[in-house]
């Protein structure tokens, strides 16, 4: 008999759309519980309670708030902040949840377990990344993969003279929000422990903080590209010969 084709493509580019969903689900159940935090903090300033803001110091400051039986709160106001708490832990679980989901394709996938190893790139930015890139060889290079992401910098030209601006910011919008937390993470280590990284260390003294955070979200962006597009793990899907 003769060679069969199967092309894996469509279901890798299913596979690809599906973790995707997962990603943007979960961004959505992060962006709800955000909104609902400030909403509790809204109506509790207007009592006069202050509260940092952030999850952690919501599930440790309210509930005390609540069963502090001496601060003249009403009944009702009581049973609404209870509703509003209860409201975000079930938001808090989803995302907990659509995270696992996503660890676990990570895990799965070869490509995204490699971006991983990269200071700065996690499992759910590895996941993001491979699934949102696809083929790397759709872009030309690093830098045009980086200007996709809205990471490289605007540019203004007068007189024959180009006057480099701050990032363009019109690219995608979650992965790049990813790599710069990434690499604002990377930073922050550096500034603490230097010998981790001197030539980032040196650039630290040399330009301003996040300055230094977007290049270097910039150049993992790069290498980013590399690996996807010439390593021999990359993720490209090939059709698959079968003999029958």
């Known amino acids: ?102 660890q676990l394709w990570h895990r799965e996938n070869a490509v995204s377990r490699k971006l991983a190893e990269m200071p700065g790139i996690g499992p759910m930015t590895a996941s993001a990344l491979v699934a949102s890139i696809g083929d790397a060889m759709n872009f030309k290079n690093g830098r045009q993969l980086a200007a996709w992401l809205g990471i490289v910098p605007r540019q203004h030209s007068t007189g024959g003279k180009a006057t480099l601006l701050g990032i363009s910011k019109r690219g995608h919008t979650y992965l790049r929000t990813l790599l710069i937390h990434g690499a604002r993470t990377v930073i922050c280590i550096v500034e ?41 793990d990359r993720s490209r899907p090939q059709a698959c010969t079968r003999q029958g």
Request: charged share 25%; glycine share 6%; proline share 3%.
């Open 1 to 102: 008999m003769g060679e069969v084709t199967v092309h894996l493509a469509p279901l890798w580019c299913t596979n690809r759309q599906a973790i995707l969903s997962v990603h943007r689900a979960r961004q959505g159940f992060v962006k709800a519980r955000t909104a609902q935090a400030n909403q509790i903090l809204g109506l509790l300033a207007k009592f006069g309670f202050a509260i940092p803001q952030g999850i952690g110091h919501i599930s440790k400051r309210v509930p005390e708030i609540l069963e502090d039986g001496e601060n003249n709160l009403p009944g009702s106001f009581r049973l609404l902040i209870q509703r509003l708490v209860d409201h975000i832990k079930e938001l808090d679980r989803q995302v907990g949840e659509l995270g696992v989901k996503i």
């Open 192 to 232: 603490h422990k230097p010998e981790k990284n001197i030539c980032l260390k040196k650039l630290l003294t040399r330009r301003n903080k996040n300055v230094a955070i977007v290049a270097l979200a910039n150049k993992n962006a790069r290498t980013i590209w590399a690996l996807l597009a010439y390593d021999s």
